[in-house]
């Protein structure tokens, strides 16, 4: 039982110039960046300020009905309560 060892070639690592690299990436991705955001289609105030009341009112409604299912819950099984009261004292 014996562990072999392998000595590891002593290669220098090429590290890219900093400089270089850095700026060639970066210019080239701001201004890919720049012609994709060119491509997106922005919403007008408009139609954010309708989506945003869209969003509130059926938020709003949502809430509402959740709410109406609990007080239906609630009235059952306070009925259910109070029959069983009822019938076994």
Not at 66 to 83: M, P, Q, R, S, T
Request: net charge positive; no cysteine.
């Amino acid at each position: 039982m014996g562990v072999q060892v392998e000595q590891l070639s002593s290669q220098t690592e090429t590290k890219p110039d900093q400089t270089k690299f850095g700026t060639k990436i970066g210019t080239s991705y701001i201004s890919e960046l720049k012609a994709e955001l060119k491509k997106v289609t922005w919403t007008t105030k408009e139609e954010l300020i309708l989506f945003t009341k869209i969003v509130v009112g059926s938020t709003f409604a949502l809430g509402l009905g959740i709410y109406g299912v609990d007080l239906l819950i609630k009235g059952v099984l306070n009925g259910f309560g109070a029959l069983i009261h009822l019938i076994f004292g």
